[in-house]
């Protein structure tokens, strides 16, 4: 993690869970983060519909996009909701949901009139209501603010690098869903997408 937001919440979630695989969504105090507030954002997931929505997203981030993301698909900020970047965006979703670990990813946004930022998306899983495929907690922060924030909207972003940050504890099987996968805990690597995951959260494209 290069951001100081992205290492300040992981930093936050990892003292909140402690020994578990992830706090619960109802642990998190605004107040004790608030000067991350403006680049975080709270995802809503939906595994059986491959479907993350934005449940709270800051100020700054709502800015970049120059709209107010809550309720809005997280595929959207790709800007392509069908095709295979949205898909992209959900095998990042999917990486933390299933194996309940955090991801890190570069991003670079693009603005209609050709202007490209460059960002960091942090990932992290949340428990909500007993189940760790629920909820995550996240940033996507820009490296440097560009004066056109907030006067031209990034109509889309591309995944530049990705790297998973550890392997936590799987959850018991009791709170997957009855359609999903149990988490991989094979020594061999585990396909994700386009992607394969090897032991110890290194990743290599296929």
Not at 183 to 201: F, Q, S, T
């Amino acid at each position: 993690m290069k951001h100081p937001t992205s290492r300040l919440l992981h930093a936050y979630w990892d003292r909140l869970r402690g020994e578990r695989a992830a706090p619960e969504r109802s642990e998190i105090e605004p107040g004790e983060i608030r000067n991350l507030l403006a680049d975080s954002l709270i995802l809503e997931i939906e595994p059986q519909r491959c479907h993350a929505s934005v449940r709270l997203a800051g100020t700054r981030l709502c800015a970049l996009f120059g709209r107010e993301l809550r309720g809005s698909a997280f595929s959207d900020l790709w800007g392509d909701a069908e095709g295979e970047a949205a898909q992209g965006s959900w095998r990042l979703v999917e990486t933390v949901a299933m194996d309940t670990v955090g991801v890190v990813a570069g991003l670079k946004g693009h603005t209609a009139r050709g202007e490209t930022i460059d960002l960091e998306l942090l990932l992290l899983p949340l428990r909500h209501r007993g189940l760790t495929q629920a909820r995550m907690l996240g940033a996507l922060s820009p490296h440097c603010v560009p004066a056109w924030l907030g006067l031209q909207p990034v109509t889309r972003v591309e995944v530049t690098s990705l790297r998973v940050l550890e392997s936590a504890a799987i959850p018991d099987a009791a709170e997957l869903p009855a359609d999903m996968p149990a988490p991989a805990n094979d020594p061999l690597p585990v396909r994700r997408g386009h992607l394969m995951v090897h032991e110890g959260g290194r990743l290599s494209r296929t």
